[in-house]
């Protein structure tokens, strides 16, 4: 779902985290997508993020993209851009059964009843779920998903990119971008799992489709804070152990961590609001993730089956020249999920 028109066939996907700003570069070679390019940038070294926009740190941002671009040297000039979840808002609406020309018509009338603001202050996209069975055509309603974005995030988007060799062809939740990098068309009930390092992602998707998502402010830091202070240790001690593998679930460096079980009770929440707790399974992706023995203990918590994303399953890549990529992989999710939106856009 994007805000602007696309379909300009560049695939490059960039994605704006809290400690990192992420790009992939994505080209096709006899009709898949292969990666072609792919870099990061740390931002945790300009200042915190402020709670609303601040043109010093977008120029810093954007000072930042900059550097990214100078080294990967992108072979694009557009680029698809993510939004963060929790800045727009996605809902399956029921329409009364029209054609889809007559809902392109109907949606801005629609649109008041269910967006919390005045739809001159917002970017709305939408897309109709129906098959086209005879099954379907038969029914009264329809089944019809609105994503609404502010016209400010759009711009604040915008003054990241001014003055770089990339220009911004598309939006889109970040929502929809990890649906798409990690599930794809997977026929099934799944709820994807994001964790960052200061938000989690609850995004449930049915059939390749999202229907709910939800964010939430727990991330990676909030969990590294759980094994300083349970441990009585710095923080650069408890990132080394985090990243060296240690399990804090078991044994004697067991650690509590109750913003895990906060994002359980919002996975749960969000399976009561569907009235149903028959998923294939929940997905962990995000580098807030890559936790050792975090896949069992989200089972415990859940009651699902749960398995680690992995956004490389619909691309072909070379492991001989794609350096590090399949361990970083997780975090770039989004970043992936936006460059293969240019693969369909131009199919």
């Avoid at 994605?15 to 990192?20: A, L, N």
């Avoid at 759980?226 to 060296?244: D, F, H, P, T, Y």
Wanted: net charge negative; hydrophobic share 40%; proline share 3%.
């Amino acid at each position: 779902m994007s805000f602007f028109s696309s379909g300009s066939g560049h695939y490059l996907g960039v994605d704006f985290g809290t400690q990192s700003i992420k790009a992939v570069e994505l080209k096709m070679s006899k009709g898949k997508p292969c990666l072609a390019n792919y870099g990061w940038v740390n931002v945790t070294n300009i200042k915190e993020v402020p709670d609303t926009y601040d043109n010093d740190y977008a120029k810093l941002l954007n000072d930042a993209l900059r550097e990214l671009f100078t080294q990967m040297k992108p072979s694009v000039k557009k680029a698809i851009v993510a939004i963060p979840s929790f800045n727009g808002l996605v809902m399956i609406v029921d329409f009364p059964r029209m054609s889809e020309k007559d809902v392109a018509s109907a949606i801005k009338f629609e649109s008041r009843k269910y967006i919390p603001a005045s739809l001159d202050e917002v970017n709305v996209s939408w897309e109709v779920l129906d098959d086209k069975s005879e099954q379907d055509k038969e029914k009264p309603t329809m089944k019809v998903l609105l994503v609404a974005a502010p016209k400010s995030e759009v711009q604040y988007y915008d003054s990241l990119f001014k003055g770089v060799s990339v220009a911004i062809d598309s939006l889109e939740l970040e929502s929809f971008s990890l649906a798409r990098a990690i599930i794809g068309n997977t026929k099934g009930r799944f709820i994807l799992v994001d964790m960052g390092a200061k938000t989690t992602n609850i995004v449930l998707v049915e059939d390749g489709i999202v229907h709910v998502s939800r964010s939430v402010d727990i991330g990676g830091s909030d969990m590294t804070n759980a094994i300083m202070q349970s441990l009585n240790i710095s923080r650069e001690r408890a990132v080394v152990l985090k990243e060296g593998g240690e399990n804090f679930f078991t044994g004697a460096t067991k650690v509590g961590f109750p913003s895990l079980n906060f994002v359980a009770n919002e996975v749960k929440r969000v399976l009561d609001t569907q009235k149903s707790d028959a998923v294939e399974s929940l997905v962990l992706c995000g580098g807030g993730s890559l936790l050792v023995g975090l896949p069992e203990y989200m089972s415990q918590l859940t009651g699902l089956k749960v398995t680690m994303g992995n956004p490389l399953s619909h691309v072909i890549y070379d492991e001989s020249t794609s350096g590090n990529i399949k361990n970083l992989a997780s975090s770039f999710s989004v970043a992936i999920g936006l460059a293969l939106r240019g693969v369909e856009d131009d199919k």
